[in-house]
């Protein structure tokens, strides 16, 4: 045997040595046999704003969490973790309950083992509870219904039952499949019987998990703080994640630097189904985002090159040119632009869909920029290229972009209640629209100077011609002390009981307005 080849059987053997030593490692963190030991429930709570979500959730917890909330309402995903004294423990999604907010409870019931549908007994079935309950079914995870404020004078448990039952949810105290539980979050009355139903719940499910693995998990929310940088919530639902593991969610990665619980509280590691605050990460991934840890940074980092190559080889390949028509290229879109900055990654996107949703068929939302963090000087550059208005949720602004919006007088509007936003978005979309009606040319004007109640009719206004002619044929708008208070059509054009085509200047007549009746004395009807 000569010396190159005993050279290569050392080798040879070394390599086998060291391939068997990081094999057996990697069994260790990743093998998921007989290791899955029993993990804790996740449970998210769901149902329609101000029926008492987080007032039970703070009651469970026996902490303030509302008093985090701006106007006592739920803006962002909340995880906590709660231990109890016989040594078992739930995790709690609290989820927004505003309408806005669909695709942040979709997420939700994704990560979810159980499902609590929230239900003020003093209101009824409404259309976010109905959406929440359809979300759960969509996701395959069991459903537990608590009718909170049974605390109230007007409280009518048996009305909501009833109205579930006759949509197919037959609770199992009226022999049906759903559990349920009569609560008050405010006194505390029925809770430890709902967390009993929880807990038989979920060992119904019979959960388990690998501690004994490299975490991986979602991401529940992320944000950029001035002093932290990028924090990032995460729900670990496999393995253990350490300090010092290389975390890749989304298309961003890094070094976990620092673990706190919701409560920030330093944490050396942890495990599953629990929540937890992580900082390290180069970015903020989008919730819903999948994590995994990742032995070696060179690896992690390969994984998303590849990540962002395939997205960019998707959005190339499946793009379409807009196909446009003759009537559109001759049809003139106004456009509002708007830029949001919001305090987190779920803000920005419930309020950029809540926006772009409010586009109608003469105006269109376009969302030219998003993001989260400070409204910066770049923010302030953009809107003035652009020609849009910045919408800032929980947001402040930098003295110096303050100057530079001055000085080019950039609209910037703030708002810390989501409802305030679209509210007002709706109310400048409505403006503009009538700006445009306006711009219209007047073909005639008339005063109203007398109403008579019909049954059949409804509404008929008695007028005078001020100006012009009215012809039955044209659209009209009402308008009372200087508002517009209806856009349309006539339904009727009337002298002396007959129907006629047209009345001119200094002559009265009879209008009746097509599916308007709300007119008054002093209304003057302009023709175009």
């Known amino acids: 045997m000569n010396q190159k080849t005993k050279y290569w059987m050392k080798m040879n053997s070394k390599a086998a040595a060291y391939k068997s030593k990081y094999a057996k490692k990697e069994t260790i963190r990743t093998k998921h046999g007989g290791d899955n030991q029993p993990r804790s429930p996740v449970v998210t709570i769901m149902g329609h704003v101000d029926h008492g979500k987080t007032s039970l959730l703070d009651y469970i917890r026996k902490t303030n969490i509302i008093a985090g909330e701006f106007g006592g309402i739920?803006?962002?995903?909340?995880?906590?973790?709660?231990?109890?004294?016989?040594?078992?423990?739930?995790?709690f999604l609290d989820t927004p309950g505003h309408e806005a907010f669909t695709a942040m409870r979709a997420r939700g019931t994704?990560?979810?083992?159980?499902?609590?549908?929230?239900?003020?007994?003093?209101?009824?079935?409404?259309?976010?509870?109905?959406?929440?309950?359809?979300?759960?079914?969509?996701?395959?995870?069991?459903?537990?219904?608590?009718?909170?404020?049974?605390?109230?004078?007007?409280?009518?448990?048996?009305?909501?039952?009833?109205?579930?039952?006759?949509?197919?949810?037959?609770?199992?105290?009226w022999g049906g499949n759903y559990p349920s539980q009569e609560i008050s979050a405010k006194s505390g009355e029925g809770v430890d019987q709902l967390l009993e139903k929880i807990l038989l719940e979920a060992k119904k499910l019979n959960l388990r998990a690998n501690p004994n693995k490299p975490a991986e998990g979602t991401v529940i929310e992320a944000s950029l703080e001035k002093?932290?940088?990028?924090?990032?919530?995460?729900?670990?639902?496999g393995g253990t994640l350490k300090v010092g593991d290389y975390l890749v969610a989304g298309t961003f990665h890094g070094k976990v630097k620092l673990i706190l619980n919701?409560?920030?509280?330093?944490?050396?590691?942890?495990?599953?189904?629990?929540?937890?605050?992580?900082?390290?990460?180069?970015?903020?991934?989008?919730?819903?985002?999948?994590?995994?840890?990742?032995?070696?940074?060179?690896e992690a980092k390969q994984f998303v090159a590849n990540k962002i190559q395939l997205k960019k080889e998707h959005k190339f390949r499946f793009q379409r040119k807009p196909q446009i028509t003759l009537e559109q290229m001759t049809k003139k879109i106004k456009q509002l632009k708007l830029i949001i900055k919001a305090d987190v990654e779920?803000?920005?996107?419930?309020?950029?869909?809540?926006?772009?949703?409010?586009?109608?068929?003469?105006?269109?939302?376009?969302?030219?920029?998003?993001?989260?963090?400070?409204?910066?000087?770049?923010?302030?550059?953009?809107?003035?290229?652009?020609?849009?208005?910045?919408?800032?949720?929980n947001v402040k602004i930098t003295s110096k972009a303050k100057i530079l919006a001055k000085k080019n007088k950039i609209d910037i509007r703030l708002y810390y209640v989501i409802y305030n936003a679209i509210n007002a978005i709706?109310?400048?979309?409505?403006?503009?629209?009538?700006?445009?009606?306006?711009?219209?040319?007047?073909?005639?004007?008339?005063?109203?100077?007398?109403?008579?109640?019909?049954?059949?009719?409804?509404?008929?206004?008695?007028?005078?011609?001020?100006?012009?002619?009215?012809?039955?044929?044209?659209?009209?708008?009402l308008i009372r002390k200087g508002q517009l208070i209806y856009s349309g059509e006539l339904n009727s054009l009337k002298r002396f009981k007959e129907d006629v085509k047209e009345v001119n200047k200094?002559?009265?007549?009879?209008?009746?307005?097509?599916?308007?009746?709300?007119?008054?004395?002093?209304d003057i009807i302009e023709l175009y």
Request: with cysteine.
């Open 346 to 393: 779920g803000s920005v996107e419930a309020l950029s869909d809540s926006l772009e949703n409010l586009s109608t068929d003469k105006i269109v939302v376009q969302i030219i920029y998003k993001n989260i963090g400070l409204i910066s000087e770049s923010d302030i550059l953009l809107a003035v290229a652009s020609n849009a208005i910045i919408i800032g949720f």
């Open 74 to 91: 739920t803006q962002h995903v909340g995880a906590y973790n709660v231990k109890f004294k016989n040594g078992k423990s739930i995790t």
């Open 262 to 298: 919701e409560r920030g509280k330093y944490l050396k590691k942890e495990y599953p189904s629990k929540p937890v605050i992580i900082l390290g990460l180069n970015g903020a991934p989008t919730p819903g985002e999948k994590f995994k840890v990742f032995l070696n940074e060179k």
């Open 506 to 522: 200094g002559y009265e007549c009879g209008i009746v307005l097509k599916n308007f009746n709300d007119i008054q004395i002093g």
């Open 426 to 477: 709706k109310k400048a979309l409505d403006v503009m629209t009538a700006k445009k009606i306006m711009t219209t040319k007047l073909v005639g004007t008339a005063k109203v100077i007398n109403c008579f109640k019909h049954k059949k009719i409804g509404t008929i206004a008695g007028c005078l011609i001020l100006t012009g002619q009215i012809k039955r044929n044209s659209k009209l708008r």
């Open 227 to 237: 002093e932290r940088g990028y924090t990032t919530t995460i729900l670990i639902q």
């Open 110 to 173: 994704k990560i979810t083992d159980i499902v609590i549908i929230v239900i003020a007994t003093d209101e009824n079935v409404m259309p976010q509870t109905k959406e929440a309950i359809s979300h759960a079914q969509g996701a395959k995870v069991p459903i537990i219904f608590a009718f909170n404020k049974i605390d109230k004078v007007n409280s009518d448990p048996i009305k909501i039952k009833r109205k579930l039952s006759e949509m197919n949810f037959l609770l199992k105290e």
